[in-house]
């Protein structure tokens, strides 16, 4: 999904939901200035998932997760702190698993997510990532361009 | 809602339940040691005393024993081992205020999830009425309110997303998502499915049938259900919008 373009833009983060037999099965696969971002928020160490919360398996490697020194603002619609975890907690959505080591490489990074859904409610949960992770795209990510103009008025004496 | 068509597969099905808890409600004489009941503050069964044997060194008395009422719950157990437990530990007094509640659990998360749907609950409704009707249980009893959807503690509402992320047990039946339905999907409490609509029966051996319909009726469904498990996927694109379309949220 290198700079991969979707009807006229280009793909920052994809996430793909799936219910299997060991719950839900989660693929995220991000734009390198997503990873580029949360390796910076640290000093490039990683660690094992399975150190902070038990609700994601590995499915094919083990998952490790950047470790991040720098103090994120709080968002009042999503977490990157809850590695681990049920990616819906406290009214907020988990989005951690941007932290993931690899999001951007190949097919991204899987794992299997502990927990039930309806047909209804993974779509609801899948929505609501996309919409948060549009915010914290805005929020951290998106180039922002300013355009100062200085303009002089030559006043009459 | 439609129930799902199980008539030529009811009974017939595969076992996919892998263990099943129950839950007894009512009034023991005597509890066999080291087994303890549950407090259950909807069971209402008016006080009664047994009189049992009280042996002292100064002779043996008879004393009376007001009988224990509550809740007495099953370790999970597999389908085959079910009838033995529910025999042994059928409590000596019911009446329409205690539930016979059914605990399943699947080996397949898959299995579960196919399970999430209304028509699930419309089934389980649909044909443990057949049931009641071919066991010819009487008008006044209990089961016939519960089916009704009226009965405050099985009503009819489908919250399997809300009852699945609880965590803990609360007794609000107002809330949107409370525990309080017919099928309660009690996943993050207990990884099952609890079927809360049985009254206790008069006999253990009505009770072990009516469980069994229960596990048939699930076990049917699935077969019914079964079909390819479709992917969702959505991505966050930037192309300079902020539309969001359909799977695609522009930023």
């Not at chain 1, 996430?15 to 696969?29: E, F, I, Q």
């Not at chain 1, 020194?69 to 999503?78: G, I, M």
């Not at chain 1, 097919?107 to 047909?119: D, K």
């Not at chain 2, 437990?85 to 397949?108: D, I």
Request: glycine fraction near 8%; charged fraction near 25%; proline fraction near 4%.
């Amino acid at each position: 999904m290198e700079d991969a373009v979707t009807k006229g833009g280009v793909c920052r983060i994809l996430v793909t939901l799936h219910r299997t037999h060991l719950g839900v099965t989660v693929n995220v696969k991000t734009h390198p200035d997503v990873e580029e971002f949360m390796r910076a928020l640290g000093n490039g160490e990683s660690n094992l998932v399975g150190a902070y919360g038990r609700y994601w398996k590995p499915l094919e490697r083990p998952l490790y997760v950047y470790s991040i020194n720098e103090h994120l603002a709080s968002s009042d619609l999503y977490d990157l702190n809850s590695i681990g975890l049920p990616l819906e907690m406290n009214e907020k959505i988990n989005l951690s698993f941007l932290r993931l080591v690899g999001v951007s490489e190949g097919a991204g990074v899987s794992f299997s997510l502990r927990g039930v859904y309806s047909r209804d409610g993974l779509q609801s949960l899948l929505h609501a990532i996309t919409t948060t992770g549009k915010q914290f795209y805005i929020d951290y990510i998106k180039p922002v361009h300013l355009t100062v103009m200085v303009s002089t008025q030559e006043l009459a004496v | 809602m439609k129930s799902l068509q199980i008539e030529r597969i009811l009974g017939k099905a595969r076992n996919r339940v892998y263990r099943v808890g129950v839950e007894l409600e009512g009034g023991w004489r005597r509890l066999s040691p080291g087994v303890s009941l549950a407090r259950d503050g909807s069971v209402k069964i008016p006080p009664e005393y047994v009189a049992v044997q009280d042996i002292q060194p100064d002779g043996t008395f008879l004393k009376l024993v007001r009988i224990a009422i509550g809740e007495l719950q099953s370790e999970p157990l597999p389908v085959e081992k079910l009838a033995g437990w529910v025999k042994q530990y059928y409590p000596h007094r019911v009446n329409e205020t205690c539930g016979l509640h059914v605990h399943m659990s699947f080996a397949s998360a898959r299995h579960y999830q196919m399970l999430m749907v209304p028509e699930f609950q419309a089934t389980i409704l649909k044909y443990v009425k057949r049931w009641a009707k071919v066991e010819a249980l009487e008008p006044d009893h209990p089961i016939w309110a519960r089916l009704s959807g009226e009965y405050e503690h099985c009503t009819n509402h489908f919250w399997p997303d809300l009852q699945a992320k609880a965590n803990n047990k609360d007794y609000d039946k107002l809330r949107e998502g409370n525990r309080y339905t017919a099928i309660n999907y009690c996943f993050n409490m207990n990884s099952t499915i609890e079927c809360r609509l049985l009254p206790m029966m008069d006999t253990p051996a009505l009770g072990i049938r009516a469980i069994q319909q229960v596990i048939d009726i699930t076990n049917a469904s699935l077969v019914v259900l079964a079909e390819r498990e479709e992917k969702v996927s959505a991505q966050v694109l930037d192309n300079g919008d902020t539309e969001e379309e359909g799977a695609c949220v522009y930023v």
